[in-house]
């Protein structure tokens, strides 16, 4: 069964440093998402993206990220300057068609760990 | 105010008991899901019910919606050990986008 894939799995890192987070939607999807969980809290949305733009952006996501599509196959999650406070889980997802049908298809995450 | 409240937040039970577990949010919708989490991992879709719908089954999963009162519940038959899990009721917010509004979760265990 095809899935969303997250590289790194755990990713730890300084304060201040950059980071890449790496994922690789399902290949016939066409819109792609970034959430993150902090440990013991619910899910947020950080970011969609469609048709090689940003779609929607959440308040949480400023200047710090930016997101990339660099090549047909990857999606990548950059956070220019780490905060101890971006210590998270940061998931990957997918889906086919947004709107009343989109079920969204979530990878195993990445876990930062900012020190 | 927050989008997707679920409660309990945390459910034991014994393994072949059934749980209930209730959701409520504050906007429009134009549909809600259910996403399962085993510790640690990523989110699993489980079930998503349109606004027009007012109940859907899948398997051992029965999920009511009462748009009125801005509510769902999901009810899990005849539990499993293998069950014990998070599990989180999303909403699209009204929004066609597929930006997902997540709730706080319930943490069920089921005790074998």
């Known amino acids: 069964e095809p899935e969303v894939t997250q590289t790194p799995s755990h990713q730890v890192t300084q304060m201040g440093q950059e980071v890449i987070l790496r994922c690789v939607p399902i290949?016939?999807?066409?819109?792609f998402y970034w959430y993150r969980q902090i440990l013991g809290q619910k899910v947020e949305f950080l970011v969609s993206?469609?048709?090689?733009?940003?779609?929607?952006k959440s308040e949480i996501f400023d200047d710090q990220f930016s997101v990339e599509r660099p090549d047909g196959s990857n999606f990548t999650l950059k956070i220019r300057s780490t905060k101890l406070e971006d210590s998270a889980m940061y998931f990957c997802?997918?889906?086919?068609?947004?709107?009343?049908?989109?079920?969204?298809?979530f990878g195993e995450g990445s876990r930062l760990t900012v020190l | 105010s927050q989008q997707g409240e679920e409660d309990p937040q945390a459910l034991s039970i014994q393994e072949g008991e059934n749980a209930t577990m209730n959701c409520s949010y504050k906007?429009?919708?134009?549909?809600l899901q259910w996403y399962r989490q085993n510790s640690g991992r990523g989110l699993v879709h489980l079930i998503l019910?349109?606004?027009?719908?007012r109940e859907k089954h899948s398997g051992r999963l029965r999920v009511t919606l009462d748009t009125s009162k801005k509510s769902s519940s999901l009810l899990i038959t005849a539990s499993r050990a293998a069950d014990t899990a998070s599990y989180f009721c999303?909403?699209?917010?009204?929004?066609?986008?597929?930006?997902?509004?997540f709730g706080q979760g319930t943490e069920l265990s089921v005790k074998p």
């Open positions: 997802a997918s889906s086919q068609t947004s709107g009343i049908t989109g079920e969204l298809f």
């Open positions: 290949s016939n999807h066409l819109y």
């Open positions: 993206f469609y048709n090689n733009e940003i779609s929607e």
């Open positions: 906007t429009s919708i134009n549909n």
């Open positions: 019910i349109r606004s027009n719908e």
């Open positions: 999303a909403t699209d917010g009204g929004n066609q986008g597929g930006k997902l509004i």
